[in-house]
């Protein structure tokens, strides 16, 4: 997974966009407690800055260093590199404790993971029985309608050069397993919807487009996905010669779930 992400890290910090307080302001109404957060492939720490404005502590790992070293460092945010296989002994060790843990969050990652090993890890850290799980991903973004024509075309084609994972985001995790129980107020894990808006030019548009993973995997194949006549397109429907700055619409699912008293009797 790393070396999907390692060689456009910066593009990645730069052009992605953040998560909307909403989504934050749900999660913390579901946590009964505040103290710790394990944020698992934080990436260049955009979901752990946001985290560490709620909660007391936050240790963000990823498999990438790049991505690491982008991130904004913080006095309550702990950054830690781990192996692409943990074992819980060294959770242990370099993350948190047992039963530790208030809040587990995974942003635009959770379709990454080996699940059975990291769900038995999230059982293992978590405060039984109230201890929670977030896991939220973002779809392709809309703009207006000729953007998104071309965009769309665009996308169709890439297909071929994305890791099989993808469609699980496309699916929205429906078809993910996510054994966790319903947190209070909620009757099911997810996904519950929400969106985020980032303002772009073109060619902050065009290095969200080149910070995909699918993008770095179509480079290496000697396919450049953004040709000069696809970037053609997207300057024609944009406008102002691409100057002009639009809003850019991500929509997010989020799932999510406590540890629950049955989950930790099967855990056992």
Wanted: no cysteine.
């Amino acid at each position: 997974m790393a070396d999907l992400f390692n060689k456009q890290a910066e593009k990645y910090a730069e052009a992605r966009p953040t998560y909307p307080a909403e989504l934050f302001d749900f999660i913390a109404s579901k946590t009964p407690r505040r103290d710790l957060v394990w944020d698992v492939g934080t990436g260049n720490g955009q979901a752990a800055v946001q985290l560490a404005e709620i909660y007391k502590n936050v240790v963000a790992t990823d498999v990438s260093r790049q991505q690491l070293n982008l991130a904004r460092k913080l006095p309550n945010i702990r950054y830690v590199h781990t192996p692409g296989s943990l074992s819980l002994y060294e959770l242990h060790i370099d993350v948190a404790p047992p039963d530790s843990v208030d809040l587990v969050t995974a942003a635009q990652a959770l379709h990454w993971f080996g699940l059975p090993l990291f769900y038995e890890q999230v059982r293992s850290v978590l405060h039984k029985p109230d201890g929670i799980i977030a896991a939220w991903s973002y779809l392709e973004p809309t703009v207006d309608p000729a953007v998104d024509a071309v965009f769309s075309s665009l996308y169709n084609w890439s297909q071929p050069y994305w890791a099989p994972q993808r469609k699980i985001v496309d699916d929205r995790y429906q078809d993910l397993e996510f054994p966790f129980e319903p947190v209070q107020g909620e009757p099911s894990t997810g996904p519950f919807d929400f969106f985020t808006e980032k303002k772009m030019n073109l060619s902050l548009f065009l290095k969200y487009i080149r910070s995909w993973s699918a993008y770095q995997t179509a480079k290496e194949k000697g396919v450049e996905m953004l040709p000069d006549e696809t970037v053609a397109d997207f300057r024609k429907v944009w406008g102002s010669d691409g100057e002009e700055v639009k809003t850019v619409r991500f929509p997010i699912f989020l799932m999510i779930g406590k540890v629950g008293v049955n989950l930790v009797d099967a855990g056992n």
